[in-house]
């Protein structure tokens, strides 16, 4: 041995003991005082700062330019409150959807027709989005909507696939910070669920105590995905996290940490267990008719029982503080991720009924425990009995065989770990093509890595984050693209582009701008043909089409301190003419993309000439494409 490779042995015995130490760390980590383990946890985490060595692409993910991905990426953009759509494989990012966020380019949050989809909410400019997940028949995706959370303001929004602009937004009563969302996958999407995940009294009016928290509850809630109305909620124990449903359209399961009740970190990790609690449905639906629920906070959202005891719920103990829950598109099985424990549960479905109907106890439905690494989060399925787990605090994801892991939990020897796949750094989610549907494909592995340290160049302080590609049709993982994004991509799905149909043009008749142009006619105006101003005392409507590289009004005369509201409708039948109008000086900006209606309301509070302008690139004369607005004094 030459004395290179006695270094690289020496490296890697003083790595073999520094895991040693990290897993003692871990197994420890329920018994010491929160202090003491977060501090040392941030240092595990960034131990493996050392560069790793860059990688030789492989260029079968390469998409050409003028090529069509075959995926559809969908994309929560976490902190900034959008989705965004990438083309997979190429990582290319196609379109931005505002959501939560106010949007400069679109107006979004801004124009009238935004805030009445925003509705109660109109007024809030931030989101926190993390899970976004299509609706789905029969467990595979629909191609009609897409559902996300908003953790920071408790709201779920709807995004219609046709068009790609979201069309409802909820504010959840009762509930604060909703963050695990999925759908119901069998036999339709009837229901989109969401978790509570902060605990509140109830009911929050400031009346009762607000130190006890004993009365503080977190809830589950069941929205009609079609209607947009919580149908439901069910009161639980404990914090609920992220959430799944079965391919039988009978039980929905999530994650449940903090059984303590406690309000600081330290009393949140003192126990030994927390749960998985599966809620079945037919039993809600029940009591929901029995009328067994209550109401609170003065609203009339029914509010069903689900605590411990409760006949709509069971309480499945698993190691303390877990995370992501999963179900594996086989339908089979609950995969629920340890977090601070090395190890997922997993949790067959099969023996649901059983456990519902008190023929076993809550324990023995889990069959198989295995043991991953460090920190797993959540798992993702491959279509050939294979999971992949993101190890937070090891930087990997593990790939491991479900049915192997399940002959070891019942003592056969049999190594279930298929391979380990370095990340960078530090994932959280991560999500193969078609992976939560039957239609899963094991094609695709992306990997959301929460950190992106030296993989780009630097761009100050703050960092992108790093999605990464992985290709898993082989046996082996193989790391094919990295990717920095922005705040915060915590989840994606990858839905094959055979689903998915958005029109071109807008419809004329599209209920996201009916009111307004039902505000026209009632003004005696068709916003497709004509050009006028109304006034009814000192509101004042601009009705104007657009057709490069014109407006139909060159300018329009106002007051000072006239609530202004300009309704544009873009005349083009050509593909991807899309048009601006924005008003110089007054934060008036707005996209009005072919055949579509778009208004905007302001109130005239400065006099002069101010310009207004297209501002989408549209035409040679692009530049020309203005008028004036003249508000007198
Ligand atoms: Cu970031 Cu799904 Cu909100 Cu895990 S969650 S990482
Ligand atoms: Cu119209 Cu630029």
Redesign the pocket.
């Given at each position: 041995m030459d004395s290179k490779d006695d270094d690289t042995q020496k490296e890697s015995t003083e790595l073999k003991l520094k895991n040693k130490d990290r897993r003692h760390f871990m197994s420890k980590t329920a018994m010491i005082g929160a202090g003491a383990v977060a501090a040392p946890l941030t240092a595990v985490m960034f131990s493996s700062l050392a560069k790793a060595k860059s990688e030789e692409l492989d260029h079968s993910a390469m998409v050409n330019p003028g090529e069509l991905d075959e995926y559809y990426g969908f994309w929560?953009g976490?902190q900034s409150g959008e989705i965004r759509i990438l083309g997979v494989p190429s990582m290319r990012e196609l379109m931005r959807i505002p959501v939560f966020n106010l949007d400069s380019a679109t107006g979004w949050g801004l124009t009238n027709e935004s805030k009445r989809i925003k509705g109660e909410s109109a007024n809030i400019m931030v989101g926190d989005a993390?899970?976004p997940h299509m609706s789905m028949t029969d467990g595979r995706y629909n191609g009609k909507y897409i559902f996300i959370?908003d953790?920071s303001n408790s709201r779920v929004a709807r995004i219609r696939c046709d068009v790609m602009k979201t069309d409802k937004i909820i504010t959840v009563p009762n509930a604060q910070a909703i963050?695990?969302l999925r759908v119901q996958k069998v036999p339709e999407t009837k229901y989109v669920f969401c978790n509570g995940e902060f605990e509140i009294p109830m009911n929050n009016d400031g009346k009762a105590s607000l130190e006890d928290v004993s009365s503080y509850r977190s809830l589950f809630n069941m929205i009609y995905a079609e209607k947009m109305e919580v149908a439901f909620q069910v009161m639980v124990d404990g914090n609920l996290?992220?959430a799944d449903a079965d391919f039988d359209g009978k039980y929905f399961a999530s994650t449940c940490y903090n059984s303590e009740h406690g309000v600081t970190l330290g009393e949140m990790i003192t126990g030994e267990r927390d749960h998985v609690v599966v809620f079945n449905l037919e039993r809600c639906e029940a009591a929901l008719k029995a009328g067994e629920f209550t109401l609170y906070n003065g609203n009339k959202i029914p509010v069903l029982d689900g605590r411990k005891g409760s006949q709509l719920t069971r309480y499945i103990p698993i190691a303390k503080s877990p995370?992501?829950l999963n179900t594996s598109p086989d339908g089979q099985y609950f995969v629920a991720n340890g977090k601070l424990s090395p190890t997922v549960s997993v949790i067959a479905i099969a023996k649901l009924d059983a456990l519902f109907n008190d023929k076993i106890k809550p324990r023995a439905t889990i069959v198989a425990e295995p043991e991953l690494g460090l920190g797993p989060?959540?798992t993702a399925f491959d279509n050939k009995g294979n999971a992949y787990t993101?190890l937070?605090i090891d930087s990997q994801i593990a790939k491991w065989n479900v049915a192997d892991a399940i002959k070891a939990y019942q003592g056969e020897k049999v190594n279930y770990i298929r391979q380990k796949l370095d990340v960078q750094y530090q994932?959280?989610?991560n999500h193969t093509s078609q992976g939560e549907t039957r239609d899963v494909d094991g094609k695709w592995l992306v990997c959301?890595s929460?950190f992106s340290k030296d993989r780009f160049l630097p761009v100050g302080p703050l960092h992108p984050e790093n999605d990464q590609l992985i290709d898993i049709s082989g046996d082996e993982m193989k790391l094919v693209h990295d990717g920095p994004a922005f705040a915060?991509p915590?989840?994606c799905i990858m839905v094959h582009r055979s689903k998915i149909h958005p029109k071109k043009i807008w419809d004329r008749n599209d209920p996201i701008f009916a009111d307004t142009v039902a505000m026209a006619k009632a003004d005696g105006v068709d916003v497709m043909v004509d050009n006028k101003v109304i006034r009814k005392g000192d509101q004042v409507t601009v009705y104007m089409t657009s057709i490069a590289p014109v407006f139909g009004l060159s300018e329009f005369k106002v007051k000072l301190g006239d609530t202004v509201t300009v309704v544009v409708t873009n005349l083009e039948q050509v593909v991807d003419v899309t048009h601006g109008f924005c008003v110089t000086n007054y934060g008036v900006q707005m996209e009005i993309s072919p055949h579509e209606t778009s208004s905007i309301t302001f109130v005239a509070d400065k006099p002069g000439v101010y310009w207004y302008y297209c501002n989408w690139f549209c035409h040679a004369l692009h530049m020309e494409m203005r008028g004036r607005m003249l508000v007198e004094a």
């Open positions: 929560s976490g993390h899970h959370n953790k963050h695990g996290d992220n995370h992501g989060l959540h993101t937070f994932p959280g989610h959301l929460k915060e915590h989840d």
